[in-house]
């Protein structure tokens, strides 16, 4: 049987209270920058979908830290060489956008096979350097959001 991944995901922005950013590059495009991200396993909530991404891609417990959920969302079409991982005829995914805020950088154990190397920079260099454009967005957005209360 195969299992398909559901068309619903999370990006997790992991920034420090001076807005620098954690960027890692992608193993199966170098050279692709982003933040951490993935799609959520059936049955589990939005929240624990960013925990276990951010604990699988980075090795950090995002519960040591203010986890916040953004309140954004965003629909994209699935780029067509991924879309086999989804049910057929799913074409689009619903992104939603969480922040995770440590105090100062903190070196990261990279999911093997995922990701080849992270990167801290400024918030406005993040976002020159991620190839997505809602990563962009929420990057660019981080002085504004990084400011609510943490949910």
């Known amino acids: 049987m195969t299992t398909y991944k559901r ?8 920034y420090t209270s001076n807005l620098d950013v954690l960027l890692l590059e992608r193993a199966d495009y170098p050279g692709y920058w982003q933040s951490v991200t993935g799609s959520c396993e059936p049955g589990e909530d939005l929240r624990d979908t960013a925990i276990r991404e951010v604990s699988e891609e980075t090795g950090l417990d995002a519960l040591q830290y203010a986890l ?8 994209y079409e699935i ?8 049910p ?13 805020q440590l105090p100062h950088r903190v070196d990261v154990q990279l999911a093997p096979g995922e990701h080849l190397n992270f990167e801290w920079l400024p918030w406005q260099d993040a976002a020159n350097k991620v190839f997505s454009p ?9 002085p504004v959001l990084a400011q609510r209360p943490v949910k």
């Open 88 to 100: 057929p005829g799913v074409t689009h995914n619903t992104e939603h956008v969480f922040g995770l």
């Open 68 to 75: 916040s959920d953004w309140q954004s969302q965003n629909v």
């Open 134 to 142: 809602s990563n962009r967005a929420a990057i660019l957005q981080l």
């Open 7 to 14: 068309p619903v995901s999370v990006l997790v922005v992991v």
């Open 79 to 86: 780029y067509p060489h991924w879309r086999h991982r989804y």
